[in-house]
Structure formats: C-alpha cells, structure tokens
C-alpha cells in the first residue's frame, strides 16, 4: 500500500511567522508532489508543485522536495490568519492515481 | 467559467435507499475521478475514469458504481447506501490522467446515511 503520511497537527504559529509542513511518502517511484490547501467543508485548492529535488518558489509558498529521503515539504512565508487550513500532500502513486495524505491543519494567531 | 458541477450539495437518506450523485464537467476533460474524505482517513479514491466506458476501481470502491456514457458526466451511484458510507464526497476532473496539475474539483457533496 502507497502511503503518504503528513502529521496531523494542529500546527500552530503567530502571524508573521514561518509555517513548516511536512510530508514522507513510501513508493520511491513517485515522480510528482502537490500541496494543496483545504477550508473546512470546501474543495482542495492546488497552491504548489514540485517535480524536481530542490526548492521552488511561488510568492510565499516554498515547496521542498527530497527523493533520496522521501521528504517534501512546504513552507508559508509571513502566515497570515486567512491560510489557516488544512493543507493536503499529495504523490502521484500510479500512472493516473494521486495518493492524498491526511493533512496537517494549521491555525496561525493574529 | 471552466468547472465541475456537483450536485446535490448535502443529501440526507437512509439506508438502502438507492441514490447518484452527480458530475459534470464543461472543460472537455478526458480524466474523471471520485474521492470521498473522512476525518482522520483524508481524501480516498473510490473510481476514476480515463475516457467515455472507461471505468476503473480506486483505493475504496466497495459499495459504488460509476459510468461514463458522456464525457462530461461521471455520476456516482450508491445502490444500497449504509452508514458508513457517510462522507464527504468529491468529483474531479482533468485534461488527461497524468495532468495532476490541472485537476479541478467540485464542490463537495456532504452525505449522511442514516
């Protein structure tokens, strides 16, 4: 069984500060990883991919990714009160399968 | 507006008593899929399509069934709904089943069976 594992949380940080979250995954042929975001009751929200080792930026959002270790992470640059959510990892784990993790809520305090 | 269309929103039923939900998507998308999200367990593919009468099972798929007779629509059938099977239900949809990028959910279909 593929998994992906995420811890639960809640993570909680002040405004302004670095949220870190992170993801392992267990199938070493995975090629694609995606963070998305989660309101209660709404839809995921795609806010970053990551396909190589290395760091990719996107405004505030840095997506980590490390194939040896089986590590992706995401960092939230000046949290805001508005990305309290829950923020899903997800890997490609077959040829048209995405395997989600069970999501790390965050709750950032003004 | 490019978007998949969910419906019912929130369905309340019984046990046994047969039901779809429905999808349909206006972005001319080959790749179809639904999941359903429980807390503590995330979001669990039950089938998925790549094409028109082409279905296939995911992780979860015991006690459903999908067809696609249309490219656009992909409604999930539950013929003899349990308790369990209380969740929170979403359709997805993209160009092509490796465009993972570019999967578009619905809104959500919060089921209760009681």
């Known amino acids: 069984q593929k998994e992906v594992e995420q811890n639960s949380g809640p993570l909680s940080v002040p405004e302004g500060a670095i949220a870190s979250l992170n993801c392992t995954y267990s199938?070493?042929?995975?090629?694609?990883f995606f963070w998305y975001r989660q309101y209660s009751g709404k839809s995921p929200e795609l806010i970053m991919f990551i396909y190589s080792n290395g760091d990719k930026e996107d405004g505030r959002f840095t997506a980590q990714l490390n194939k040896a270790s089986q590590y992706v992470s995401l960092l939230i640059r000046d949290s805001q009160p508005s990305d309290s959510a829950t923020y899903l990892c997800?890997?490609?784990?077959?040829?048209?399968?995405?395997?989600f993790g069970k999501g790390t809520m965050l709750l950032v305090s003004p | 507006e490019a978007q998949v269309t969910q419906n019912p929103r929130y369905l309340i039923t019984v046990t046994g008593k047969k039901l779809t939900v429905t999808c349909s998507q206006n972005?001319?998308?080959?790749?179809m899929s639904w999941y359903r999200q429980d807390p503590g367990l995330g979001l669990r593919q039950i089938y998925y399509s790549m094409n028109v009468e082409v279905t296939d099972k995911g992780d979860v798929p015991e006690g459903y069934k999908v067809s696609r007779k249309e490219k656009r629509n992909f409604p999930l059938i539950l013929e003899s709904p349990s308790p369990n099977q209380t969740s929170l239900y979403f359709c997805a949809s993209s160009p092509g089943p490796t465009d993972y990028e570019k999967l578009f959910f619905g809104s959500g279909t919060q089921l209760s069976v009681l």
């Open positions: 997800a890997v490609n784990s077959g040829y048209s399968t995405l395997t």
């Open positions: 972005m001319n998308h080959e790749y």
């Open positions: 199938d070493r042929g995975s090629q694609s």
